[in-house]
């Protein structure tokens, strides 16, 4: 055998690079929250010739130094001051178990290949329809994404409820739905219906019918609507309740989009937030995001079992022995065939520490977007744009007394100043057409402390620029 192929797959050459890997992660993690940046912005071109640099060596760089160097030139997940996106801190365990899956390598869209993993995703299915509302039952699977997620609904949706004219079909969705519910809508040839939103950025109630009748007018057939739990620009949840009894008066089908919010099933001092999230015909929700699970991993589950066998109708006898419900061949419901194994970081997570983990970090992380909002309303300089449901927060500077200051510019830079330096990380969105800094916590360990000194900086930043800059709507 060709020497370099025994070297591949040397066990002794694994476990010497296995124990170096972990050990440097476990110093990372023991030093990260003391790092002085958590965030060292470099150029896309840079860091390109950078790695295209080690890329065409053909030696003189190790394996160790190769960790240590992408660890120090990431952003940093781990750092109590990664304030950003909705991407969890993964927690160790279920990291492993994702080098368990990743090494067994057991593509499993059907049981021959998925064996245990099969399983596995079941059980976690119906630990997780039992947490919603629907019984622990298997209607439902893992895949790679809340926007996959939300495509596989939306094709059950257009499965169940297609008629039989040719009319175009449409779905009801939130003004401020995700990205990815607009796309799916229009990826499967139905029509996005935009529902404007209430003062509380929810939809609005008395805006569907009016919205929906508009759309019949235009010949499109409306069979479903899409829920927010939450929203990912302002962590709102939209009345469930509500919008569940009007697809029920209109036979329409109700998915709720829960990739970040409906975590808020393992914590019940927050668990009033989804209420009605039970009468959904589908829920998505993402383990990456809320639930300390390395990406990608989202649970799709339905309230009816057999309609997760809406997905597909087709022709794969080579896959399938038998027609009919097979819960255990995954792929007769999902997109993916060859399906990584993700349900086992899931589950080595829970089986070791259970329930109280999920209920501990979803908790901790929503108490402190609550205490952060205390903290804005103790600076008179800075205003919020929403009131938060959530550990999403979103707020701006806004003590300019010279009427042509832009503050959105401001707010912009302001923001740009902060991820410069790399002492906090935190990100932008727009509420209303106007310019907010945006929070979300998702490491528990940040502190109170830690939120004080951000906003501190970003009131220094705001004076900084306003006595440093002439910002104007006219000027950059």
């Known amino acids: 055998m060709n020497d370099l192929l025994k070297q591949a797959y040397d066990p002794e050459r694994f476990s010497v690079q296995g124990h170096q890997v972990i050990d440097i992660l476990q110093n990372y993690l023991e030093n990260v929250a003391h790092k002085d940046q958590v965030y060292n912005q470099v150029e896309p071109e840079e860091e390109y010739q950078f790695w295209k640099e080690i890329w065409n060596k053909s030696s003189g760089t190790t394996y160790p130094e190769l960790i240590r160097i992408l660890l120090e030139r990431s952003i940093h997940l781990h750092h109590p001051h990664y304030i950003g996106h909705q991407v969890s801190p993964a927690a160790p365990l279920a990291a492993l178990g994702g080098l368990l899956s990743d090494f067994m390598n057991n593509g499993m869209g059907i049981y021959e290949m998925g064996g245990p993993a099969s399983v596995i995703e079941s059980i976690i299915v119906e630990w997780v329809s039992e947490k919603v509302g629907y019984g622990a039952q298997r209607g439902g699977f893992l895949t790679s994404g809340g926007s996959l997620a939300n495509l596989t609904a939306l094709l059950v949706a257009r499965t169940a409820k297609r008629p039989d004219d040719n009319k175009p079909l449409g779905i009801l969705v939130s003004a401020e739905s995700h990205y990815?519910?607009?796309?799916?809508?229009?990826?499967?040839?139905?029509?996005?219906?935009?529902?404007?939103?209430?003062?509380?950025?929810q939809i609005d109630p008395a805006r569907i019918e009016i919205v929906h009748q508009e759309a019949e007018n235009r010949g499109i057939l409306v069979i479903g609507m899409v829920g927010n739990a939450c929203t990912t620009a302002t962590g709102t949840y939209d009345d469930l309740h509500q919008l569940a009894d009007y697809c029920t008066s209109r036979d329409l089908w109700f998915h709720v989009d829960g990739a970040h919010g409906a975590a808020v099933i393992f914590a019940p001092k927050y668990r009033h937030l989804i209420d009605g999230l039970e009468r959904a015909d589908s829920v998505s929700m993402d383990f990456h995001k809320m639930l300390m699970i390395p990406a990608l991993c989202t649970a799709l589950v339905f309230k009816r079992p057999l309609?997760?066998?809406?997905?597909?109708?087709?022709?794969?006898?080579?896959?399938?022995?038998?027609?009919?419900?097979?819960?255990?061949?995954?792929?007769?419901?999902?997109?993916?065939?060859?399906?990584?194994?993700?349900?086992?970081?899931?589950?080595?997570?829970?089986?070791?520490?259970?329930?109280?983990?999920?209920?501990?970090?979803?908790?901790?992380?929503?108490?402190?977007?609550?205490?952060?909002?205390?903290?804005?309303?103790?600076?008179?300089?800075?205003?919020?744009?929403?009131?938060?449901?959530?550990?999403?927060?979103?707020?701006?500077?806004?003590?300019?007394?010279?009427?042509?200051?832009?503050?959105?510019?401001?707010?912009?830079?302001?923001?740009?100043?902060?991820?410069?330096?790399?002492?906090?990380?935190?990100?932008?969105?727009?509420?209303?057409?106007?310019?907010?800094?945006?929070?979300?916590?998702?490491?528990?360990?940040?502190?109170?402390?830690?939120?004080?000194?951000?906003?501190?900086?970003?009131?220094?930043?705001?004076?900084?620029?306003?006595?440093?800059?002439?910002?104007?709507?006219?000027e950059l």
């Open 180 to 201: 990815s519910v607009d796309r799916s809508v229009r990826i499967l040839d139905m029509v996005p219906i935009p529902v404007p939103v209430n003062s509380k950025l």
């Open 307 to 474: 309609d997760s066998y809406r997905t597909y109708i087709q022709d794969a006898q080579y896959l399938f022995e038998n027609g009919g419900e097979e819960w255990f061949n995954v792929a007769k419901r999902s997109i993916e065939c060859t399906k990584y194994m993700m349900g086992v970081k899931v589950f080595l997570l829970r089986q070791q520490f259970g329930d109280a983990l999920f209920t501990d970090f979803v908790t901790r992380l929503y108490d402190r977007g609550h205490d952060f909002v205390q903290l804005i309303n103790n600076f008179p300089e800075l205003e919020l744009g929403h009131e938060p449901e959530s550990n999403i927060v979103c707020f701006r500077f806004n003590a300019a007394d010279n009427p042509d200051i832009d503050l959105d510019l401001l707010n912009q830079n302001i923001r740009k100043a902060i991820t410069h330096e790399g002492n906090f990380y935190i990100v932008q969105t727009k509420i209303r057409g106007v310019q907010y800094l945006r929070c979300t916590i998702m490491n528990p360990f940040t502190s109170k402390e830690d939120l004080k000194v951000l906003l501190t900086d970003v009131v220094e930043k705001g004076y900084q620029i306003i006595s440093h800059t002439r910002i104007t709507s006219n």
